[in-house]
């Protein structure tokens, strides 16, 4: 499982993320292969947690939550809590009515989008096909400016500027 906080990726390992290491907690930061004194400065951390060490470098109440995440099971009364307030937020209503609503609004604005899009594309399309059938009717040279816009769908005015374009 990955987190990403604020430039902190938090990493949460069932098992020990490095063999032979019995921490719980690996930080790692950007530095210089090089020249391991010049860190990068990004404030970005990587943190491999497991509940698997032996070392004694974090919380108990760290400890489980780690393993109630790595393993989903509530083995201690922080966890058991932990896991009571999960379910009740997920067989909750709330969330989901607000998710439906949050869907809808989503749903409403791409449709919107959607169709804005295609009147635009057929808008372009009738242009660009109107424009072309004029163009071959102009070259004809058999055609009243008022007969082109007619079979074209375009304003004489737009068929006068074509025709002077086409010279």
């Keep these: 499982m990955i987190y990403f906080l604020c430039g902190i ?3 949460v390992c069932k098992d020990k993320p490095f063999a032979g290491r019995e921490l719980h907690k690996f930080t790692f930061r950007n530095i210089c292969v090089q020249d391991t004194s010049l860190e990068l400065g990004d404030d970005t951390e990587k943190i491999f947690l ?3 060490g032996s070392a004694d470098d974090i919380s108990k109440e760290v400890k489980e939550f780690m393993t109630y995440v790595a393993d989903n099971k ?3 009364d922080f966890a058991k809590r932990l896991d009571d307030a999960v379910k009740a937020i997920k067989n909750g209503e709330g969330w989901r009515i607000e998710y ?3 869907k809808e609004k989503f749903d409403k604005h791409y449709n919107a989008g959607l169709a ?5 594309g057929r808008e372009e399309g ?3 096909a109107g424009r072309k059938t004029a163009l071959v009717m102009l070259k004809k040279g058999n055609y009243a400016h ?4 007619e079979c074209s769908g375009l304003p004489v005015s737009v068929i006068k500027e074509l025709a002077k374009e086409s010279e």
């Design 146 to 149: 008022e007969e082109i816009a």
């Design 74 to 76: 509530a083995t201690s």
């Design 50 to 52: 497991t509940p698997a």
């Design 9 to 11: 990726r938090r990493i």
């Design 116 to 120: 804005e899009g295609l009147k635009e």
């Design 100 to 102: 439906m609503q949050l």
């Design 126 to 128: 009738l242009e660009e």
